[in-house]
Nanobody, 116 residues
C-alpha cells in the first residue's frame, strides 16, 4: 500500500508563503502523475495542481502565477510552493497520485490557514 505523507501546513498571514511537501513510500516514477488537491469547509475537494512523470505541470486558474508544483525524484517527494496566499486559499491540502483520471492514492492532508 502506497503511503503519501504531507507536511508544511500551518497558519500564515495574507500575502505570505508556505511550502508543502509530500513524501511517498514508493518511487513516484510508479505514477503517471502526482497532484495537490484542497478542500475548504463546506466545499468539495478541488484540484490545485498536478505534475506528470515527465515534469509537465497543470494548475487551477485560481492559483496560476502564485503556486508552483515540483518534484524531486531522488527523494520521492513532491512540493507545492505557495506564494501570495489569500484567505480563500484556506483549506486542507491533500497530496495524491495516480495513473490517469481520478487519483488512486491519497495522503491524510495538511491544514493551511491564511488569516491575519
Amino acid at each position: 500500500q502506497v503511503q503519501l505523507v504531507e507536511s508544511g501546513g500551518g497558519l500564515v498571514q495574507p500575502g505570505g508563503s508556505l511550502r508543502l511537501s509530500c513524501a511517498s513510500s514508493e518511487s513516484i516514477f510508479r505514477f503517471n502523475y502526482m497532484g495537490w488537491y484542497r478542500q475548504a469547509p463546506g466545499k468539495q475537494r478541488e484540484l490545485v495542481a498536478t505534475i506528470t512523470r515527465g515534469g509537465i505541470s497543470n494548475y487551477a486558474d485560481s492559483v496560476k502565477g502564485r503556486f508552483t508544483i515540483s518534484r524531486d525524484n531522488a527523494k520521492n517527494t513532491v512540493y507545492l510552493q505557495m506564494n501570495s496566499l489569500k484567505p480563500e486559499d484556506t483549506a486542507v491540502y491533500y497530496c495524491a497520485s495516480g495513473m490517469s483520471g481520478r487519483p488512486r492514492y491519497w495522503g491524510q492532508g495538511t491544514q493551511v490557514t491564511v488569516s491575519s
